[in-house]
């Protein structure tokens, strides 16, 4: 992975003094807190319901052991001895104080980690598929690009200022797009031309939030020199033109739909005539010096394993067997796999992980998987090189740490915001719907009977727990200060984005639950066999049949199509 | 009036003229961009003797496409931030640096001190810290930060280059 | 018979700790909702939060926030302010380091 150099180091330490001064300006009465907010916010700093919360960057997913211990450090010692992690690949202490913020930042500097455009109005953590570089489906390792991405974007000094957040993914697979590419502000993908030539489709506008978008694309091949030069004259296009009058209309979405797709591109094409022979130029030299960090770690020579892999999952020991089925990914190095860590197990928030299981993953990744580890934007971990023939003894320490339960792709394996149990934005709690469906479905053999289903519950429409693009997503709603939750069905954050639909009313807390599984066993029912998924099902059959499921007993005329 | 020109804090000699008030004979002067454009052919005699500079004040709104032609006419130019966390002026300020203008670039309106930083990347070098802040303190901006990731079009005390060129 | 009544609290969260905090009759600062002065009018509390909100070094952003008056106890109307008063309802790892006071 990357690793820093003394200028790198010399950014990061200034930046926690930086802080360090605002928070006292802020303290002192010389900044508002109106003037202070978006300063902390670029430094990843919240207030929250009960507390402050301070979101850490962990840029495209990459964790080193090192890097895992130090936060296991913060979260001990500034903490409450926990972290969570979010769907943008970072971490989340819930319970910091003001004062601490810099003393937490100047311990990230120390293991090359740092806060930085982890909120605000700029340009966010860069993200991809946690499975870069190990996919057997992917054209090239996105890291390198993520990376040069990073730099470019950190501190930029003309788009410090947005309109709004700014949010960039990469995506390298042929097959499966495993970072919700479709639905950033900016979505970059790594294909092939006509030529054979390597470059990148460029999509614009996509996002969920309130007015969720599938991104378009803007241009179908961008040269590799220019992503930058690309990149660039659009988010000038976006600062200049975006909305300011209007919150809720000031992301980039609202500008590509406003506009139309056509004349953004015309303005974009238009200003990146100006850019595209600027500095911003890439050398291929500067991309393989780059490419060099992400270099293969010194895998053993070792003969295929597949075969292996394959007789590890009808282990007769039937937990092993499940999870090598489940949490199991086939490596493209032969003999080794990529093993998944659930944290969607037993009574804890999705997502959340302890300081001494923080600890403790860290020796895993140093004894099992070269010191490095990965988050995914479904908020679990992976360890990407585990040689398949020791994949049976990490499974036995997984499971003594509760991090082995088999249910990564299943219907438990929930994305989950913190809900109102924590966020100031929120109308309704979603850990607790979380853990209702765990307790609900804890049959492990009926999860599998199901397959892949993703279900994802936000707490509120700013929608950080990506409900739209679930294949069930639920919405937490206000109804009077009561808590009430919109069920939606059929989205997908792949390549083959689309968009949740909701089927009728909101459901009160202690109904939901039951809704889901309603449509769970009308899935089953109307599947023509059990390799269909659900997805597939539903838009075979449309939505009728689920809204007459969830709805038979009542009139709603409001629906005149059914 | 004081302001921050080239990293100093120094007494600012120009002249900002309300749309309504009289253009005064001498002086240096900024108008905004609509006087601008209503009495060009005034404000280009009375500029022409040297003495009596001109500079435009434009509107955070505008495509600076629009001003490229009028550039060798302004020896300075101000663009307003009329709320610091609206960035637009940071784009035009780029543009136009971009397109040769060589003269003051000031920023005016709610100037805070954490800005300063990005806008002397996009080419501003001269600030209208506001009125309600200490600009002694706004100077400390400029050294809070030694090291930067990418090329920019003013940099002052730090190597023009990107980071991910460096050697 | 019991009275119910609507009142009103101001709130905030304190600048430094970040901790959740109600406004007491004195003007100072309490973590417990109990210790809370309700007041009968949204126009009485509109006038303290004016009186407050100079201070924020102290607390930031405060509000004014409706609850029922339920025989000398004052209970939150909304689910916001119920979580915000008890604090997280998921199972925390470790209690809090100590109620910081204003």
Known sequence: MYRYDEYDRTLVRERAAQLRGQIARRVSGELTEDEFKPLRLQNGLYLQLHAYMLRIAIPYGMLASTQLRKLAHIARTYDRGYGHFTTRQNIQFNWPELEDVPNILDELADVEMHAIQTSGNCIRNITTDHLAGVARDELEDPRPFCEITRQWSTFHPEFAFLPRKFKIAFTAGREVDRAAMLYHDIGVRIVENAAGERGFSIYAGGGMGRTPVIAKEIREFVPREHLLSYMEAILRVYNRLGRRDNIFKARIKILVNETGIERFREMVEAEWQETRESTLRLAEGEIQEMAKFFAPPSYESLSPSDALLAELRRSPNADFARWARNNVVLHKQPGYSVAMLSLKASDTPPGDLSDSQMDAVADLADRYSFGELRVTHTQNLVLADVKTTELEKLWHELRALDLATANVGRLTDQICCPGLDFCNLANARSIPIAEEIRHRFDDLDYLDDLGDVSLKISGCINACGHHHVGNIGILGIDKRGIEHYQLLVGGSSGYDASIGKILGHAFPREEIVGAVEKVLKLYVRLRESEDEPFLDTFRRVGEKPFRDTLYSNELYADHPQS | MRIIRNRKIVEDGWIHVADDAEVPADGDVIVSWKRWRESREALLARSGSGSARLGVRLPNTLDPHEVQADLPHFALIAVEFPKYRDGRGLSIARMVRREGFRGELRAVGNVLRDQLFYMERCGFDAFEVDKSKSIENALEAFSELSVTYQDAIQPRSVPRQHRWRRS | ?102
Request: glycine fraction near 6%.
């Open chain 3, 1 to 102: 018979m019991s009275g119910i009544s609507s009142c009103y609290v101001v709130t905030g969260n304190l600048t430094q700790a970040g901790s959740v905090v109600y406004l007491r009759a004195d003007e100072t600062w309490a973590t417990s909702l109990a210790e809370a002065h309700p007041l009968p009018t949204e126009e009485e509390a509109e006038e303290r939060l004016a009186r407050v909100r100079v201070h924020e070094e102290i607390v930031t952003e405060p509000y004014v926030f409706e609850a029922e008056l339920s025989d000398g106890a004052i209970r939150p109307k909304s689910a916001r302010e119920i979580l915000r008063s008890a604090g997280p309802s998921t199972r925390l790892r470790r209690p809090d380091r100590g109620a910081a006071t204003a």
